[in-house]
């Protein structure tokens, strides 16, 4: 079977990062190691990636064309990036094969982890969000979270005798009932997989900060669960709670003498770290019911983990970083903002949300921010996603959703139009089954909205090597982990995606961030590769 047929681009790096289909491609190299004569290059996650000068090879149109390539990632590296992209964010046309890790996604700190994605575009959008039901009877949904080929979602419920729960998509409008909170209380606020499991955290949500008045259910909550096999609720403990003082246990006048809400989950190099929303500090699981405080005392909202480093983002406005122990650094705060919900990593750089301002905020290290716009007339940014080579944000108090495109932030719809209410949030955000999906409050809908075509695989790519193989095939994109068909997009007409632009390719960085991992035999055909072709590639790495 001729392997050769077809290729445009082969990059085998034995000795160079240089092109080696015949193409005669100019590729520069950017702090790309390689293992001598073994065909392996290495991308530190930092700044390596490689530059090919655009060419008439290049330019795809409405064509078939293929990826294939072995990656190799670790076992606890939380943030892989992008393996391949010709994207012009302009115009939003051109392509991208990433393993995305959506981190920092407000309450949700890990909405998506080292998933793959493959998608292009050409300035094409929904005309319309897609209602994708309410949950239960929720009034927020405070967590979406993907893993092992499922979406779940997390609600805050408002009745006196209803308690927030754990939800699982089944299709359009159906939601799958998990579980409610077992200690009683209103909130799930956050969800992660952990050592092959499912784990929520539960509180009591304020609803008075959202001016919904307070609530209902005063149950207090703040104890993390793990979800086993069998759909029990695990009690995991209440991070903090040996430490708290009569003070901060008797939180806005409910004397509960517990904690009162479990904020954020997230995993960070194999671990997994807790914040509490009213207690202090960040905690650390150590098994069973034992939660480990590694300092920064202060209310925390969410974590963010960028350049291999665990971030939080701060109630007050400040970013810090974790060194270790219980040391943390100050990063400074986004100029204005008094409440940092809600972060992203796009095209390498870190961006956070802001409150009063409604503003995202670029960090450029040491202590400084830039502002890079504001939503509108909006007063928060919150959930943050990135989604098919573009960033989108959710926003207060209109529930409305932007895309950050080169001009600033651009309206891409409203998705809650609660009447006779302050508040209305675009709270949660998580890429699952090829669109974006985005939770509310008040009206405890989750929608979802596609833009361009995209296939994504839902499940964390394993660590080690692995063959990879992503396939525009007529009407269809195609994702192939070790020679199997693992996602295929939804259809779409040829003509409508022309993808050539004068954009350079680039090898280990796009529109998320930088590779941190290997890269073996990387070829990119002009036309569609057949399954026995993709098995012949995944059998043997050169």
């Known amino acids: 079977m001729n392997l050769d047929t077809g290729l445009i681009g082969y990059w085998p790096f034995r000795n160079d990062c240089n092109d080696h289909s015949g193409s005669g491609l100019i590729s520069r190299p950017i702090n790309v190691q390689l293992k001598e004569e073994t065909g392996i290059a290495q991308f530190n996650g930092l700044d390596s990636h490689i530059v090919v000068q655009d060419a008439p090879a290049l330019h795809l149109g409405t064509g078939d064309f293929s990826i294939a390539l072995w990656i190799r990632t670790d076992e606890h590296r939380d943030v892989i990036g992008d393996i391949l992209s010709k994207f012009d964010p302009q115009a939003r046309r051109g ?139 695990i009690d995991c403990g209440q991070p903090g709670i040996e430490d708290a003082t009569p003070e901060e246990v008797h939180v806005d006048g409910y004397e509960t003498g517990k904690a009162d809400m ?170 699952y089954n090829g669109k974006l999906f985005a939770g509310t409050l008040p009206s405890g809908h989750v929608w979802s909205l596609q833009a361009g075509v995209i296939a994504t695989d839902d499940r964390a790519i394993p660590s080690g090597w692995h063959h990879i193989a992503a396939v525009r095939c007529q009407d269809r994109l195609k994702l192939y982990i070790d020679g199997q068909c693992v996602s295929r997009s939804n259809a779409f007409n040829p003509a409508d995606y022309d993808l050539t632009q004068g954009q350079p390719l680039t090898i280990g960085f796009g529109a998320h961030t930088y590779f941190h991992g290997a890269m073996s035999d990387l070829r990119l055909y002009n036309l569609a590769l057949t399954n026995s072709q993709i098995e012949e590639l995944a059998r043997t790495r050169s």
Request: net charge neutral.
């Open 95 to 233: 392509f991208g094969l990433s393993v995305v890790t959506n981190s920092g996604v407000t309450s949700t700190a890990q909405a998506n982890y080292r998933n793959l994605h493959f998608g292009m575009d050409a300035g094409k959008i929904d005309a319309d969000w897609k209602d994708e039901g309410r949950p239960g009877n929720a009034v927020q949904v405070k967590a979406l979270h993907v893993s092992e080929g499922s979406l779940y979602a997390g609600t805050f419920e408002a009745g006196a005798q209803e308690t927030g729960h754990l939800w699982q998509y089944e299709g359009p409008g159906r939601w799958k009932d998990l579980g409610g909170c077992p200690d009683g209380s209103n909130a799930v606020p956050s969800i992660a997989r952990f050592n092959g499991n499912l784990y929520c955290s539960t509180g009591r949500y304020n609803s008075r900060g959202s001016a919904l008045g307070p609530p209902e259910n005063t149950a207090p909550g703040g104890s993390v669960y793990r979800i086993d096999g069998d759909g029990k609720w």
């Open 262 to 431: 479990t904020g954020s989950l997230t995993v960070f190099r194999g671990e997994l770290y807790a914040t509490s929303y009213y207690r202090r500090g960040v905690f650390k699981y150590e098994g069973g019911r034992r939660w480990q405080n590694i300092g920064l005392d202060r209310r925390l909202f969410s974590f963010v983990v960028y350049k291999q480093e665990l971030y939080a983002l701060i109630n007050g406005g400040e970013v810090s970083r974790y060194l270790g122990g219980k040391d943390w650094e100050d990063c400074g705060t986004p100029s204005g903002s008094t409440q940092t919900y809600g972060a992203a990593t796009y095209a390498g750089d870190l961006y956070v949300g802001t409150w009063p301002g409604g503003d995202v905020q670029r960090y450029e290290g040491d202590k400084t921010w830039t502002n890079i716009g504001r939503a509108g007339e909006e007063k928060e940014v919150m959930g943050m996603a990135v989604y098919n080579q573009k960033m989108y944000v959710g926003t207060l108090p209109l529930a409305n959703v932007w895309r950050m495109d080169s001009g600033g932030l651009t309206l891409v719809g409203n998705i809650d139009n609660t009447p006779d209410v302050m508040y209305r949030r675009a709270w949660s955000m998580a890429v």
